[in-house]
Structures are given as structure tokens and as C-alpha cells.
């Protein structure tokens, strides 16, 4: 990248020997009485040229999506560091598919990534890698406003106040992946990074849609309970009221008021609890 966009590196011919042909020529004057061998190289153009790298179109700031984050807890945000520098870079060609899982694989130790809030069974709790669905949110957003087809994204089980209401995508290893399909014309060259306390997401294509998103009213607000524990384990929450909300996104043809598809998509969120650790020995 140079300036915050994308750079072309021109593509430049090599040089290749035929082994197999330099091979047989050595046979053949190890016996001959001519005993050189001809080993010059030829020309090989590279199989992905200057001239195809400007084929896809990637050449234009289509979205520009950030997600706040609480710069406190530290490992997080080391998670969100790590997973966004592998992530950062990444082209995703017309007609390919993105998985985050695919490109993030197991989060691990050995990778870099350490311990952070994860939500198991409605509770908040630590576990290796916790924080990437912050990053999994932002490549959702990505792929919603480059009007790509999403394929498979999976809500939190209960809503954050940091993400948008139904628009918003968690990941597990290996069982909950984040995956779309660049079903445009053009080629999406995606570039992440963390600064000032957010996430950042850019998507770099040619403009094929507008999107447009429409969020419904909260229905079927349930409130959360308080509820208090005594164990070592217990991690504190915040309370937040469950809801089913309805988002719809909108496909317009780039610079026209033409609508040319629309698809909603229902989300429930199951209340937050309020949970109030009681052992001054628990270490959340």
C-alpha cells in the first residue's frame, strides 16, 4: 500500500532452465565426443502479470467500516492486532469465497494470541483467541456494504452495545465460520488494522452497488435477572435486555435510485444477565 491505497507492483520476467532437457544433453556427452552442454536459460514470463493484476478493478475505496473497542483489556486487543495483521493484505477474487476460519485457522498460543472474553452457553468467560468476533463483525460489515453474497455468519447469542443490532457476526474454531462470496465483477483486495481504539475494515474494488441498510423496531424485549455467583470462574456482565430485531439490506445500482434487490434478515438475542461475582478470589 502506498498513502492508504493500494500499490500495483509491475510484474517482470525471470529467467527458467529445463532441467529435464539440460539432464539428457549431460547424458548424451558424457558418451559423445563433444563433451559441453548447453545450459543457457530462457525468458519465463510470471503466470499472474502487471496486466492481470489490472484486470479485477481493484482500484477504488468502496467501504469503510470501523468497531470500537475496550482498550482495557489488553490480551484482547492483542488478538484483534494479530488476527487483523493475517487478514490484512487478502484479494478475493470475482467469484471467490472468504472464510475468516479458513484464513485465521485455530487460534493458538503458537500464533500469538492469547486469552480474552469469549461467550459460552450465554456467559461470559475467558478463552484463547477471545475478541475475534470483533474482527469477525467488521469483515461481515465489509462484505454486507460491498454488497457481496454472505453465506454463512452467526449473530452473538446476546447483543453488544458496541456492534450494530442484527448486523454483527461471531466466530468459533472450527464449528462457527464467517464466509461470502465476491459475486461482483471485480476483484476485493480487503485491508484491517487496529488503531485509536477500533478495529478498521477498507474494502478496495470498483463500486458495483450502494447499499443501503434498514433496521426494524426491537421486538419481544425481554428484560435481564440479576444474578449473583460465589465460583473462582465467575466473570462479571453487564445487563442487557434480549430482542428480536430485523435488518434489511438493500442492493441500489451504484450512483442510481434503482433498487434491485432487497433480503431481511431476523435476529434474536436472549437477554444478558446481570452476574455479580461475589469471591473476592475470582480472577475474571
Not at 122 to 138: A, N
Request: charged share 20%; glycine share 8%; proline share 8%.
Amino acid at each position: 500500500a502506498a498513502n492508504g491505497k493500494p500499490r500495483l507492483v509491475p510484474s517482470v520476467d525471470g529467467l527458467a532452465l529445463d532441467a529435464d532437457a539440460v539432464g539428457k544433453r549431460v547424458v548424451a556427452a558424457i558418451s559423445g565426443t563433444d563433451r559441453t552442454v548447453d545450459v543457457s536459460p530462457s525468458v519465463a514470463r510470471p503466470p499472474f502479470t502487471t496486466e492481470d493484476a489490472q484486470k479485477p478493478g481493484v482500484t477504488t475505496l468502496v467501504v469503510d467500516f470501523k468497531s470500537p473497542f475496550p482498550t482495557n483489556d489488553t490480551t484482547r486487543t492483542n488478538n484483534l492486532v494479530v488476527a487483523t495483521k493475517r487478514i490484512n493484505g487478502t484479494y478475493v477474487p470475482p467469484g471467490g469465497t472468504f472464510s475468516l476460519n479458513g484464513i485465521l485457522g485455530e487460534r493458538t498460543t503458537d500464533k500469538g494470541y492469547a486469552d480474552g472474553t469469549v461467550i459460552i452457553n450465554g456467559r461470559l468467560t475467558r478463552g484463547t483467541g477471545g475478541g475475534i468476533s470483533q474482527v469477525s463483525t467488521v469483515i461481515y460489515n465489509m462484505a454486507y456494504f460491498a454488497g457481496a453474497d454472505i453465506q454463512e455468519f452467526t449473530a452473538h447469542a446476546f447483543f453488544i452495545p458496541r456492534y450494530p443490532e442484527g448486523r454483527e457476526a461471531t466466530v468459533y474454531w472450527p464449528t462457527v465460520d464467517n464466509r461470502w462470496k465476491n459475486d461482483t465483477p471485480f476483484g476485493m483486495l480487503l485491508q484491517t488494522w487496529v488503531e485509536g481504539g477500533y478495529v478498521h475494515g477498507r474494502v478496495w474494488s470498483t463500486k458495483t452497488w450502494d447499499i443501503k441498510s434498514v433496521k426494524g423496531p426491537r421486538r419481544n424485549v425481554v428484560p435481564p435477572k440479576t444474578i449473583r455467583s460465589d465460583s473462582l470462574k465467575c466473570y462479571p456482565q453487564q445487563p442487557n435486555p434480549g430482542f428480536d430485531v430485523t435488518v434489511t439490506r438493500q442492493w441500489f445500482r451504484h450512483a442510481t435510485t434503482t433498487m434491485v434487490k432487497s433480503e431481511s434478515v431476523r435476529t434474536h438475542y436472549v437477554p444478558e444477565d446481570e452476574v455479580v461475582c461475589t469471591n473476592p478470589a475470582a480472577t475474571p
